[in-house]
Each structure stands twice: as structure tokens, then as C-alpha cells.
């Protein structure tokens, strides 16, 4: 599985002349953009990690991949059935990961419906086409992945709003703390990295 960092998140908190609300930025989802960004990602990570280019220069065939889509369901029965990978890269790096991949589509204006849809056609490449070009598909990455990303979108970006923009843009949005007044705010800025470094390569 991926073991590389995922993304540099960079959240720049700061405030604002435009009233207490927290202001958003309006935005058109650019769908081939996103795609071609989590795509490079994907293909970077597979290029730098031993295991998986390993695994698909030594193993790695169209044939696997076509036998996953004709049997998508019992593929990925068998293939979960044999991940024994650890609990913390099954059951947290994978919905985290994912949760972060809901939260970039979500900050990119991603309806919650298409941010999910999105989220899961890229899980389904991972496992189905890449990782699937010599292994089976894990079930189990597949629900995983599934919880995380519907966790993100449709329960933690309404609480932490904020989070979703991220990803090549400053987000400027009005801080308050308590009952502080507008001249003693500071402006915070924040640089989170979401690393997937905890994942195995199955």
C-alpha cells in the first residue's frame, strides 16, 4: 500500500475585515484538474516506492486488471479475505487518507455527493488498477477507504469547515476566540502534513 506523504496541507488562518463569519471562496469543481493531480500522486508514489514498482515490473499485467473488473465483487472478497496488514494500516491509515482526499474535493467545490463519488473512483483505481495490476483488490481497503472519506465529508467538514481548503491555496478565513475583539486577533498560520507513513506496502 502507500507509504509516502500524502500531501502538504497548508491552512493559513488569518483575519478579516469582513464581519466575525468565516469567509469562503466560491468555486467551480474543475474535475480533469483534480484528477490529473491525485493521478500524479498515485503515480509518483508508485514510481518511488520499491515494493509496489517492484511488484508491478515483476508481477504487474493488463490480464490481472481485467480479471478484476469481470469479477469486481469476488475479486475483492478474495483479495481482503488475504491483506493481513496491520491493524493501523488497514482500519487508520486508510480512512484517514481517504478522509484527506474527501476534504481537498470538498475544499475544491465538490458537492458532498460528488466529493464521495470522486473520492471512491480514486480508491477503485488504487486498488482495482494499480495495486490490482498484480494483486487483488482488498475489500477491506475498499470499506475502509469508503468510512473514512464519508466521516470527512459528510461529518467533519461541517464542524471544521475550514479544513477543506487546502491543496495550492491560502484560505484566509476570520478567527475568533471566545469573546476576543477583532483588534486582538492575531493572524495563525498553520502548515499540517498528512502523512500516510504509517501504511505497509502489501
Do not use: C
Amino acid at each position: 500500500m502507500i507509504s509516502a506523504t500524502l500531501a502538504l496541507v497548508t491552512l493559513t488562518l488569518a483575519p478579516t475585515d469582513r464581519g466575525d463569519s468565516t469567509t469562503t471562496e466560491t468555486r467551480s469543481p474543475r474535475i480533469l484538474t483534480d484528477a490529473v493531480r491525485l493521478a500524479g500522486v498515485t503515480t509518483v508514489w508508485a514510481a518511488i516506492s520499491p515494493n509496489v514498482r517492484g511488484s508491478i515490473l515483476d508481477s504487474g499485467s493488463v490480464g490481472n486488471i481485467v480479471a478484476n473488473f469481470r469479477s469486481p465483487i469476488r475479486r475483492a472478497i478474495e483479495g481482503g479475505r488475504a491483506d493481513h496488514d496491520l491493524f493501523t494500516t488497514n482500519y487508520v491509515a486508510h480512512p484517514l487518507s481517504w478522509a484527506v482526499i474527501g476534504l481537498y474535493l470538498r475544499g475544491r467545490g465538490y458537492s458532498r455527493p460528488g466529493a464521495f463519488l470522486f473520492s471512491q473512483l480514486h480508491s477503485v483505481a488504487w486498488e482495482y488498477v494499480v495495486e490490482g495490476s498484480y494483486m487483488k483488490p482488498s475489500g477491506k481497503d475498499l470499506i475502509a477507504n469508503a468510512v473514512g472519506a464519508a466521516t470527512a465529508i459528510y461529518w467533519l467538514d461541517g464542524r471544521l469547515p475550514s479544513v477543506g481548503r487546502i491543496v495550492g491555496k491560502e484560505h484566509r478565513a476570520t478567527v475568533r476566540v471566545g469573546s476576543v475583539p477583532r483588534s486582538g486577533r492575531s493572524t495563525l498560520g498553520v502548515t499540517l502534513t498528512v502523512s500516510r507513513a504509517t501504511l505497509g506496502d502489501r
